[in-house]
């Protein structure tokens, strides 16, 4: 079955401070989407990436899909508080007749 | 302003109770979806519908059921064969059942045994 792995599973970092989180999955990707959830609340639609070396960026956020269609990244830019929060990836299923997987998530704290 | 309306924003259930979760759509949207979210595990899609009248089991359908009477609506319930129903559940709509169109989500309902 497809799964998508995340990781790390969580990070800490001094605000400012650069960060990258990476999506694998055991498939080809058709469709990956990247979201972000802050704490007890709904997701929140970052990108959509469906070529192969496609980049796509929104303010300090970057999202990659590698050559492969098999690995993406988010990149965050100068760290802020307000880009705390669990990132993320999902695809559309490769077999199937319904959508969406997930990966576990990523759990972003931005020390002030 | 259109979106997804999930409600209530907190439950709590007795054992052996049904309860039912409440999403609405104004998007206009063709497919719905409800998942469930526990910590460390992600999403787990529960049930899905791509018409009105029609759904179809995701992967951790047991102990829940859902109606699509109208397309704006699509209500969950947790039964109580359902054995370890506390979660975050969300439910979540796109245009058409197909590759490469994203999906949007509500707020979700955090549902608490006690």
């Known amino acids: 079955s497809q799964e998508l792995e995340q990781s790390p599973q969580s990070l800490i970092v001094q605000e400012g401070k650069n960060l990258t989180i990476n999506c694998t999955s055991s498939?080809?990707?058709?469709?990956l989407y990247w979201y972000k959830q802050k704490y007890g609340e709904g997701l929140i639609f970052l990108m959509m990436?469906?070529?192969?070396?496609e980049e796509k960026s929104h303010e300090k956020i970057t999202a990659k899909l590698d050559e492969k269609k098999q690995q993406s990244s988010l990149h965050i830019t100068a760290s802020q508080p307000s880009h705390a929060g669990i990132y993320l990836c999902g695809a559309d299923r490769t077999s199937g007749t319904y959508k969406y997987i997930f990966g576990t998530g990523t759990r972003l704290k931005v020390l002030a | 302003d259109g979106g997804i309306t999930q409600s209530p924003k907190y439950l709590f259930r007795k054992e052996g109770q049904n309860v039912t979760l409440s999403c609405e759509q104004n998007l206009n949207h063709d497919a719905m979806y409800w998942y469930r979210q526990d910590p460390g595990q992600g999403l787990r899609l529960i049930y899905y519908s791509q018409i009105v009248n029609d759904f179809q089991k995701g992967d951790i359908a047991e102990g829940y059921s859902v109606s699509r009477e109208k397309k704006e609506s699509f209500p969950l319930t947790v039964t109580s064969a359902q054995k370890n129903p506390t979660a975050f559940y969300l439910c979540?709509?796109?245009?058409?059942?197909?590759?490469?169109?994203?999906?949007?989500f509500g707020q979700g309902t955090r549902l608490t045994v006690v």
């Open positions: 990436l469906q070529k192969g070396g």
């Open positions: 979540a709509s796109s245009p058409l059942l197909v590759r490469n169109t994203e999906a949007f």
């Open positions: 498939k080809t990707l058709y469709g």
